[in-house]
């Protein structure tokens, strides 16, 4: 089925920087779109930014400028860069593949455990 495992959230201060990896395994990774979703407290979870099988990418408005998203085929891993972080930005942040060229949910059939990303003000 494949794995996906998240890595490098943590504390930060508002105007900092954080990057998150998410390495997979038991899937050929170059095959999928790939994208970062997050989730806040009594939130629903929602998409953050996509990487195309042809290397097109897309970000919701409100990281667009802000976040930058990457992958690996050769190592497998998928990044986000994250840049002038706000309070707004703090949630649960989740990696994901899918087979649909989308932002939603519902395309996306496999998902890591999440790394929790929390900014101070």
């Known amino acids: 089925q494949g794995q996906l495992v998240e890595s490098g959230g943590g504390l930060v201060q508002a105007g900092g920087s954080l990057r998150l990896s998410c390495a997979a395994s038991g899937r050929t990774f170059s095959s999928y779109v790939m994208g970062w979703f997050r989730q806040a407290p009594g939130k629903e979870r929602e998409f953050v930014a996509r990487i195309a099988k042809n290397a097109m990418t897309y970000y919701a408005d409100s990281v667009k400028g802000r976040f930058t998203i990457s992958k690996d085929n050769s190592k497998n891993t998928l990044y986000l860069q994250m840049n002038t972080l706000k309070p707004e930005d703090t949630a649960v942040y989740y990696c994901?593949?899918?087979?649909?060229?989308?932002?939603?949910?519902?395309?996306?059939?496999?998902w890591g455990q999440g790394t929790q990303v929390t900014v101070s003000s």
């Open positions: 994901a593949a899918g087979w649909s060229d989308t932002a939603y949910v519902r395309t996306y059939d496999a």
